[in-house]
């Protein structure tokens, strides 16, 4: 069974840049989430998805984060503008609803 | 905000038992104890989870106190591949069907050859 794809693995960007991360989820998991790590840090859920519906996006910092996730499927979540404190990896999991979450292996923001 | 504590770090050696301890004091009856650990480089994995009995799998086992304030992560034979961040998570229900998990800062288990 092929587990959470995510990409790109790494990015470096200029602070104020956007970007975007990409997360495609296990086949047949309606629930998808995004989570921030800081370094030396627990994971932050940011955004919990049920299908395409947001169940929980109180942590995101709507000012500058937004996600979507609109065919109840792939999701994608933007920074823009990105500050220097959004440098961290962000995760993306997915799961059958109230079941153990499975995660991707990240994508590592540095941001000059 | 986490719900939970644990030692920031431990150590162990290689093929010896280890005991992963969580204190949550303010844990709810709906709560559930959830145990994911991450390997270097990696997302998170889910270990296993519990609610009021103990539970055992095929990587580890879940002891939990009879008040539910704490509970203990036991690993019987530590490997070198153990060596990792295990997080110790109280599960919150959002909705009747999300699920809300707040990650701490977990405990770094160091195995010794």
């Known amino acids: 069974e092929a587990g959470v794809a995510q990409s790109p693995r790494y990015k470096i960007i200029e602070k104020r840049q956007s970007v975007a991360f990409w997360c495609n989820p296990i086949s047949g998991h309606a629930t998808l989430y995004w989570y921030q790590q800081i370094l030396g840090q627990g994971p932050k859920l940011l955004i919990q998805f049920q299908n395409n519906g947001v169940v929980d996006d109180s942590q995101l910092p709507k000012d500058r984060f937004s996600a979507e996730r609109l065919k109840g499927v792939d999701s994608t979540l933007k920074i823009q503008p990105a500050k220097l404190e959004d440098s961290a990896v962000y995760l993306c999991a997915s799961s059958l609803p109230l079941n153990e979450q499975f995660f991707g292996p990240g994508t590592r923001l540095t941001v000059l | 905000d986490a719900k939970t504590t644990q030692p920031n770090s431990m150590e162990s050696n290689e093929e010896e038992p280890v005991h992963l301890p969580c204190n949550h004091s303010t844990i709810s009856g709906t709560d559930y104890i959830h145990w994911y650990r991450q390997l270097p480089s990696q997302g998170p994995e889910y270990v296993i989870h519990g609610l009021t009995s103990n539970v055992n799998n095929r990587m580890a086992s879940l002891a939990i106190a009879e008040d539910r304030k704490s509970s203990t992560l036991i690993l019987h034979r530590a490997t070198l591949r153990d060596a990792a961040v295990y997080y110790c998570?109280?599960?919150?229900?959002?909705?009747?069907?999300?699920?809300?998990?707040?990650f701490g800062p977990g405990t770094r288990l160091s195995v010794l050859p």
């Open positions: 998570i109280l599960r919150d229900v959002v909705r009747g069907y999300g699920q809300n998990f707040v």
